[in-house]
């Protein structure tokens, strides 16, 4: 017996990420902001600063494909850019007193969410859900390292 295409891993995935991605871009357009904006600013090191290299890879990305969002940030003056004095290719990405305040929300909301979750479907089986979506990153990512390899 074949499953539709709605019963697939990927497609289950894509429809929750989509559904939880609609709700917090329509929380975060509240703000003045966006899911995109939120996400970044939580990925940065409120104290230290962060990479694009460094924070690339946590949103699923590369850093080359972060300068429109950088540049945004900057524009919005959510973020400054501090060039690192040994290597002048390394740009550290600082949040501003408003990208901390954004972050704090972002956090906030994020949180509750998560709270709410865990209330509903409880700790154990978030717990078998984050390792099974880590089994499911790994292969992916397994096959991806494949396919260049071919």
Not at 28 to 51: C, M, P, Q, W
Not at 102 to 121: C, G, S, W
């Amino acid at each position: 017996m074949s499953k539709k295409h709605t019963e697939t891993i990927d497609s289950k995935l894509k429809t929750a990420w989509q559904i939880v991605s609609r709700m917090y871009n329509l929380e975060a357009a509240r703000h003045k902001a966006t899911i995109a904006i939120g996400h970044f600013l939580l990925n940065v090191d409120s104290i230290e600063g962060s990479y694009a290299s460094d924070i690339a890879p946590r949103l699923g990305t590369e850093s080359t494909s972060l300068s429109r969002i950088i540049d945004s940030l900057e524009r919005e003056k959510l973020i400054t850019r501090k060039v690192d004095k040994e290597d002048r290719r390394r740009i550290k990405i600082m949040l501003t007193a408003k990208g901390k305040q954004k972050k704090e929300l972002a956090k906030t909301y994020v949180r509750d969410f998560n709270q709410r979750v865990e209330e509903r479907i409880g700790k154990v089986r978030i717990e078998e859900f984050f390792k099974t979506v880590n089994e499911i990153i790994e292969l992916a990512e397994t096959k991806s390292r494949e396919l260049k390899n071919i």
